[in-house]
């Protein structure tokens, strides 16, 4: 006699063990890309990204204004990253030949978490194995410091054992619309085509 109602208890439970589910992975994210839990989604998302002011790989002043009303995307890492800053760049490389002439409506920017050896020319001469609409960007730790903080971004020196050193840092490609504004993390496991369509989406 009392299957149904039981039926109907367990089907509430899963959904509520499913509702609650989700929201702890939509917190999740929020944590994992503005580094806090507990601003509402409007706030953290205006959060990410601000004003930059640093200098390109050819030894030139760049601001955001420079950028802006274009779509961007901005990627932190540093020219001596093993695996994760090559394969992303690639990627991007690839999605900058997929726009065809649309990548001159579009910007994508490299900042180095690595100031002391990435200077303008290491910059340029590391840049030079990717699409040429990628601009790398870097500055006195300072301001550096100061993209970190605009972006959220994480970035930790780690020692290695023969004396030099690594960096640990965020591995998201930032998704800034025409006004500089953050829009999402932008997936770049896609085929290249796929990423240009989305990226169209937004000029």
Do not use: W
């Not at 290491?122 to 993209?147: C, E, M």
């Amino acid at each position: 006699m009392n299957a149904k109602p039981n039926a109907q208890a367990s089907r509430l439970m899963l959904l509520l063990a499913a509702f609650l589910g989700s929201l702890l992975l939509l917190m999740s994210v929020i944590f994992f890309v503005t580094g806090s839990s507990f601003s509402p989604i409007g706030q953290a998302v205006a959060a990410i990204g601000g004003p930059l002011d640093l200098e390109d790989q050819n030894g030139k002043p760049f601001t955001d204004t420079q950028i802006k009303g274009h779509p961007f995307l901005v990627f932190f890492g540093f020219t001596h990253c093993p695996d994760i800053c090559p394969t992303t760049l690639f990627d991007m490389s690839q999605m900058m030949k997929a726009l065809g002439p649309d990548a001159d409506r579009v910007g994508a920017l490299f900042i180095t978490v690595d100031p002391d050896r990435d200077t303008p020319k290491v910059l340029k001469d590391y840049l030079s194995n990717f699409d040429p609409h990628l601009r790398g960007l870097t500055g006195n730790q300072a301001q550096i410091d100061t993209a970190i903080k605009e972006y959220r971004v994480y970035a930790k020196k780690v020692p290695l054992e023969n004396g030099g050193y690594t960096m640990d840092h965020t591995a998201i490609v930032y998704l800034m619309d025409k006004d500089g504004r953050f829009v999402a993390p932008f997936n770049m496991t896609r085929t290249p085509q796929a990423e240009a369509a989305d990226l169209r989406r937004y000029m």
